[in-house]
T-cell receptor, first 112, second 115 residues
């Protein structure tokens, strides 16, 4: 099955700083999603981005499918951006069939 | 649309009791997924349905777990009997048409504690 690696595992920022989170995957994909899990545990869809670049307010994402990575940019970070950021890709596992494989996440803490 | 709806949001129960978690997918979505999240194992897919039919239940940990989808707008995940190691956050998600290639939307989750 596909391997998904996220970096950095932890990130601490001061409010107002910018950051870049990375997601590497080991095989070609036709779908990639970025999620934000807030401190209350909710998984919020950020981007569905199989390729190219998308922007939503202070957040943007770029997926370069040919090079098997995706980047999530957070600009002018706010304390409400704190939480865990996951990327996820669909994959086929011989033992368990098709499923969405999640990275281990980046824990972001934004301090006031 | 209200998004994926799950109930209850929190459940505390004693070992040996039956637990039923409920999910209402986004209207028009024909794929429904049940996930479990723990610190040790991260997010795991338990089972998924397409058009109310279970497609892959290989992630269901054991026979104590069962899931049903009697119609397009409702699904249940049942644990009987529950054990402390079942304590986790259980998420339901839904997507349109292409399942794993489509965008999945998650519900708020049910935090289950088994004492």
């Amino acid at each position: 099955g596909i391997q998904v690696e996220q970096s950095p595992p932890d990130l601490i920022l001061q409010e107002g700083a910018n950051s870049t989170l990375r997601c590497n995957f080991s095989d070609s994909v036709n779908n990639l999603q970025w999620f934000h899990q807030n401190p209350w545990g909710q998984l919020i869809n950020l981007f569905y981005i199989p390729s190219g670049t998308k922007q939503n307010g202070r957040l943007s994402a770029t997926t370069v499918a040919t090079e098997r990575y995706s980047l999530l940019y957070i600009s002018s970070s706010q304390t409400t951006d704190s939480g865990v950021y996951f990327c996820a890709v669909p994959s086929w596992w011989e033992t368990s069939g098709s499923r969405l494989t999640f990275g281990e996440g980046t824990q972001l803490t934004v301090n006031p | 649309d209200a998004g994926v709806i799950q109930s209850p949001r929190h459940e505390v129960t004693e070992m040996g009791q039956e637990v039923t978690l409920r999910c209402k997918p986004i209207s028009g979505h024909d794929y429904l997924f049940w996930y479990r999240q723990t610190m040790m194992r991260g997010l795991e897919l338990l089972i998924y349905f397409n058009n109310n039919v279970p497609i892959d239940d290989s992630g269901m940990p054991e026979d104590r777990f069962s899931a049903k989808m009697p119609n397009a707008s409702f699904s249940t995940l049942k644990i009987q009997p529950s054990e402390p190691r079942d304590s986790a956050v259980y998420f339901c998600a839904s997507s349109f048409e292409t399942g794993f290639s489509g965008e999945q939307y998650f519900g708020p989750g049910t935090r289950l504690t088994v004492t």
